[in-house]
């Protein structure tokens, strides 16, 4: 069982799809740190790529993606125009260095354009970047899917598909913003599979407004039925003060923090009595799919995209707000869709914001992510005795031991993994090394 301890669980924590955070960016970093970062990959470097599409067909209220309405198409048409352009001087910079295995499409709403649009943007990165067969994933809107996209999907060799499900529960849906019933989730599996897509990831969430234990439960029930391949279960953060979007949701009727905690309990009851494989906090993996096998083998890794078998050092991000990581450095392309179609059609590099990553950081940062996708973490013998000391009041409550260097969370401490990594960012924990104090 987890227990619930408010005096931990009310200090707030990044979600760490990255260290450091995003909300280290700044403009000190930009597009010459960016060409420098591309002229240092080496040859044969295994590459993945993402590809923002900021469109959808419509908006939901509760949505923090850099997105807007797909509106006229011409708007549509002159993005990926500069989408294109911007691949193209990515590709040359690299010139034949580094291995394109993964490309992931996301949003917004891949499917925000049109399915040939699609097939055409995909042959241009695969053409351009000569890259064979790679793993190739999208995510879609249920509301706007059609049998036309899971001919396209197969057709270009897509091997996984997230649909944004978020709640099944009619009531909730109108609080968000995002009207859909089951039955659109339902056809679109349906027709996915019959195209030979096997691999189907539900989006879901959790602490909702005017959403209930019941409500919760009776969306898993309903997933657990439909048997996608991965599930992410997220707790909604309602942030109006900075997505004005979510204006129009009415605050007073949210979970309180203790029934959002049951609500991540039951989710993970649920989902691993059902078979599911729990990744980290807040992923579940069919035993058979790839992402349950690597965390079996202590291979999951945490990217932009949450929790990952992606082996990759280098992601490289297309579209505006999309994010590049490299091993020293994280940059991010302009955010404002019309600046970066401007700068990008004018030949100018699109990164514009971002963070150097420091010795310190590397080594903080495999700590965090060994702590949220393992489970586990050795700790250098510089930080050791600092750590020993900010991690009592989570020891106390049995939320994590060591073994000799090496901290290790059971199973009933997710809820607080978080917590724990925190204590090791630089700028938010309190473990110090030996050497910054030196």
Partial sequence: MWTYLPELLDRPVPRYTSYPTAMEFSDAVGAGDFVAALDDVAQGTPISLYVHIPFCEQICWYCGCNTGAA???????????????????????????????????????PNAIAPVEFIRLLDHIITIFDAGQPNISVELDPRGFTPEWSMALSAAGVDRVSLG??????????????????????????????????????????????????????????????????????????????????????????????????????????????????I???????????????????????????????????????????????????????????????RVNARDWAAERGVKISADDQQRGEIIRGILCQGRAKIPHAMLYSARDALVKYEVHGLMMWRQNELILPSYALPYARLIAAEFDRLRGNVTSEYQMA
């Fill in 71 to 109: 509106g006229r198409k011409q708007r549509l048409s002159d993005y990926l125009d500069a989408l294109k352009r911007e691949i193209t001087m990515v590709a040359r910079r690299l010139g034949g260095r580094g291995k394109v295995q993964r490309i992931a499409f996301g949003g917004g709403s």
């Fill in 280 to 342: 980290g906090f807040d992923h579940f993996a069919r035993p058979e799919d790839a992402l349950a096998k690597a965390s079996m083998r202590g291979k999951v890794r945490r990217n932009f995209q949450g929790f990952t078998e992606d082996q990759s050092d280098v992601l490289i991000g297309f579209g505006a707000s999309a994010i590049s990581q490299f091993s020293r450095l994280i940059c991010q392309n302009e955010k404002r869709v019309g600046v970066y179609r401007d």
């Fill in 165 to 278: 499900v978020q709640t099944f529960a009619a009531h909730v849906q109108q609080r968000i913003g995002r009207i859909q019933p089951k039955a659109d989730i339902e056809d679109a599996v349906a027709s996915l599979r019959s195209h030979g897509i096997e691999q189907v990831n539900f989006d879901l969430m959790f602490g909702l407004p005017g959403q209930s234990l019941t409500d919760l439960d009776d969306t898993l029930s309903q997933t657990i039925d439909l048997a996608p391949s991965r599930i992410s279960l997220f707790g909604y953060a309602h942030l109006p003060a900075l997505l004005p979007r979510q204006r129009r949701i009415d605050g007073s009727n949210l979970p309180d923090h203790e029934l959002r905690f049951r609500q991540a309990h039951r989710g993970y009851q649920r989902l691993t009595e059902a078979g599911y494989q729990a």
